[in-house]
């Protein structure tokens, strides 16, 4: 398939931005309860969402009928994955938590096969298992860490399989209203029930964010919330399963690397390979296929008599 100039921007960017999120994220809940940080950066980043739809004059209407639908996709996209992966990143470095966020892309892929029932070609098992064992090469020098903290590896892997689910729920909605009305609705209701849960189990360790806090919250409210999911979903309802997921694996590359950089993190051959198998998995799904002479869609028009 062929990517357009704007999928390939959207891509790059929503890379960079979820790529330099997770030692934000790190940041954010060190000294801030996990549950409110992410609350109080959705009720930052609300309003500025909402701005994006006036000015782009998208209805906020959703009809009644899509409601219920509506509610599964909050729960699967946005709830599951924001609740569990920022109590991973709690009990997890934010290298290891990017890494086990990111086997999405194959939870999703074995989704689409054994619940919608996909088909893949060769060249998608290439990029399923190219996936996978880059993610098992990443995490090589972890595990003896993380093996002393299955709780975060758990909530890591539980809240990867439910974003994967969400991915393939998102791709096959028969919710026919704009991109950016299903991300706000889903942010809205995201944030009042991640209010409630922080209120229920962390009122009692609320205080005056910290200053780093802050930093790391507005970059979620603007990078995150206001941008990476509207630019995520729209990339998901508009690519073919398999090829929006695997696209996005370049972000736990990414948080491997920029922890080399400013941690003074080893890199090992195991992360360069890491970055080659990555590479052919998203190729595997990205680059353009040759049309086949058989192909009606490459035959020249008949003249017209």
Same mark, same amino acid.
């Given at each position: *398939?062929?990517?357009?100039?704007?999928?390939?921007?959207?891509?790059?960017?929503?890379?960079?931005?979820?790529?330099?999120?997770?030692?934000?994220?790190?940041?954010?809940?060190?000294?801030?309860?996990?549950?409110?940080?992410?609350?109080?950066? *959705?009720?930052?980043? !609300?309003?500025? !969402?909402?701005?994006?739809?006036?000015?782009?004059?998208?209805?906020?209407?959703?009809?009644?009928?899509?409601?219920?639908?509506?509610?599964?996709?909050? #729960?699967?996209?946005?709830?599951?994955? /924001?609740?569990? =992966?920022?109590?991973?990143?709690?009990?997890? $470095?934010?290298? %290891? #938590?990017?890494?086990?966020?990111?086997?999405?892309? =194959?939870?999703?892929?074995?989704?689409?096969?054994?619940?919608?029932?996909?088909?893949?070609?060769?060249?998608?098992?290439?990029?399923?298992?190219?996936?996978?064992?880059?993610?098992?090469?990443?995490?090589? /020098?972890?595990?003896?860490? =993380?093996?002393?903290?299955?709780?975060?590896?758990?909530?890591?892997?539980? #809240?990867?399989?439910?974003?994967?689910?969400?991915?393939?729920?998102?791709? /096959?909605?028969?919710?026919?209203?704009?991109?950016?009305?299903?991300?706000?609705?889903?942010?809205?209701?995201?944030?009042? !029930? *991640?209010? #409630?849960?922080?209120?229920?189990?962390? %009122?009692?360790?609320?205080?005056?964010?910290?200053?780093?806090?802050?930093? $790391?919250?507005?970059?979620?409210?603007?990078?995150?919330?206001?941008?990476?999911?509207?630019?995520?979903?729209?990339?998901?309802?508009?690519?073919?399963?398999?090829?929006?997921?695997?696209?996005?694996?370049?972000?736990?590359?990414?948080?491997?690397?920029?922890?080399?950089?400013?941690?003074?993190?080893?890199? /090992?051959?195991?992360?360069?390979?890491?970055?080659?198998? =990555?590479?052919?998995?998203?190729?595997?799904?990205?680059?353009?296929?040759?049309?086949?002479?058989?192909?009606?869609? $490459?035959?020249?028009?008949?003249?017209?008599?």
């Amino acid at each position: *398939m062929t990517l357009s100039r704007q999928q390939i921007t959207l891509l790059i960017t929503l890379t960079l931005v979820w790529g330099f999120n997770w030692p934000m994220l790190k940041l954010g809940v060190t000294s801030f309860p996990p549950l409110s940080f992410r609350s109080l950066s *959705m009720w930052v980043g !609300l309003p500025f !969402l909402a701005l994006v739809l006036c000015f782009k004059k998208v209805s906020f209407k959703i009809p009644m009928a899509d409601w219920k639908e509506l509610f599964v996709l909050v #729960a699967t996209n946005m709830l599951v994955w /924001h609740v569990l =992966i920022i109590l991973a990143v709690q009990n997890l $470095s934010s290298g %290891r #938590a990017a890494i086990l966020g990111y086997t999405m892309p =194959i939870f999703s892929a074995m989704f689409g096969v054994f619940w919608y029932g996909a088909s893949l070609k060769w060249r998608g098992w290439l990029g399923v298992g190219a996936a996978a064992l880059g993610v098992v090469l990443l995490l090589w /020098h972890e595990f003896s860490s =993380i093996s002393g903290k299955p709780l975060g590896v758990f909530l890591g892997l539980v #809240a990867a399989a439910f974003w994967g689910l969400g991915t393939q729920q998102i791709r /096959h909605t028969r919710i026919q209203v704009p991109t950016l009305a299903i991300v706000f609705w889903m942010t809205c209701m995201s944030t009042l !029930l *991640m209010s #409630a849960l922080a209120f229920v189990f962390e %009122r009692s360790d609320w205080g005056p964010p910290p200053d780093i806090t802050w930093w $790391s919250i507005l970059y979620n409210a603007f990078g995150v919330f206001v941008f990476a999911q509207a630019a995520w979903l729209s990339l998901a309802r508009s690519l073919p399963p398999l090829a929006s997921t695997l696209s996005v694996m370049f972000i736990p590359v990414l948080g491997v690397f920029s922890g080399a950089y400013f941690l003074n993190e080893a890199l /090992h051959w195991q992360d360069w390979a890491a970055v080659l198998l =990555i590479v052919v998995a998203i190729a595997s799904v990205l680059w353009p296929t040759a049309a086949s002479p058989a192909d009606p869609a $490459s035959a020249k028009p008949s003249a017209k008599p």
